[in-house]
């Protein structure tokens, strides 16, 4: 569905933070959908900013994009990953999130 980027479970994620792993999220839904809830940690960068803030994110890390459904976080990370960061996209997005919210 999107090329080249693979593709992680709100489960994998929600068990990953559950085992404390270091889990590096990027949520890039808008101001007004993150104000609803976001997951605990997630870096906030709006979709529409990606492009200029490329620079807050370390190459050397894994990060998970995260949206509403899973299609922006798929254009974020395809985005990401064509100028050289590890990326996974969570499929289903914030509907399919069981966790806790921020």
């Known amino acids: ?4 980027v693979e593709t992680v479970s709100a489960d994998d994620v929600l068990t990953r933070k559950q085992q404390a792993e270091k889990v590096h999220l990027i949520d890039v ?12 940690g997630a870096l906030h ?3 529409h900013e990606l492009p200029e803030r490329m620079s807050e994110i370390e190459k050397g890390k894994e990060y998970i ?9 798929g254009k974020a990370a395809k ?3 064509q100028n050289g960061f590890k990326v996974l996209n969570m499929s289903g997005g914030m509907m399919k999130w069981k966790g806790e919210r921020e």
Not at 1 to 4: A, D, L, N, T, V
Request: net charge positive.
């Open 79 to 81: 985005l990401l990953k």
């Open 1 to 4: 569905m999107f090329g080249s």
């Open 45 to 47: 960068i709006p979709l």
């Open 65 to 73: 994009l995260i949206c509403r459904s899973g299609n922006r976080s």
């Open 29 to 40: 839904r808008t101001k007004d959908e993150v104000d609803s809830g976001k997951i605990p």
